[in-house]
């Protein structure tokens, strides 16, 4: 699977951006998919993650409430919607995707080790 991740720019705080990743590969469309982001020297961190048919969703606590995580199946393509911007946004954006998987358990969903397949990062600044 590749991943290819855009969407992301300079927005001011209370502002919003939508990021998208193209997946592309045979079976991309039944893959878990995952944001993370890492921010300067910090570890990279999960945002929001979405079950293949896009009935679970998952959010860190950080953005619930101001971001929306979707995909769309035909066209290989997984969206993160984020609204009211705060400078703690900034970083660098990276779409993932991990197997399928027939789990309730949100650690699966949540946890970087799940993901083996990474895109190349976009950035997001937010200003104050």
């Known amino acids: 699977v590749q991943l290819q991740a855009s969407g992301g720019g300079l927005v001011q705080a209370g502002g919003s951006l939508s990021l998208s990743c193209a997946a592309s590969g045979r079976t991309s469309s039944s893959y878990v998919m995952g944001w993370f982001r890492q921010a300067p020297g910090k570890e990279r961190g999960f945002v929001s993650a979405?079950?293949?048919?896009?009935?679970?969703?998952y959010y860190t606590d950080s953005v619930k409430g101001r971001a929306t995580i979707s995909r769309d199946n035909a066209k290989n393509t997984v969206y993160l919607q984020m609204n009211s911007l705060k400078p703690e946004d900034t970083a660098v954006y990276y779409c993932?995707?991990?197997?399928?998987?027939?789990?309730?358990?949100?650690?699966?969903?949540?946890?970087?080790?799940?993901?083996?397949?990474w895109g190349q990062g976009t950035q997001v600044t937010v200003s104050s």
């Open positions: 979405i079950s293949w048919s896009g009935v679970r969703t």
């Open positions: 993932a995707a991990a197997p399928p998987i027939y789990t309730g358990s949100s650690y699966y969903y949540t946890s970087s080790t799940s993901y083996n397949y």
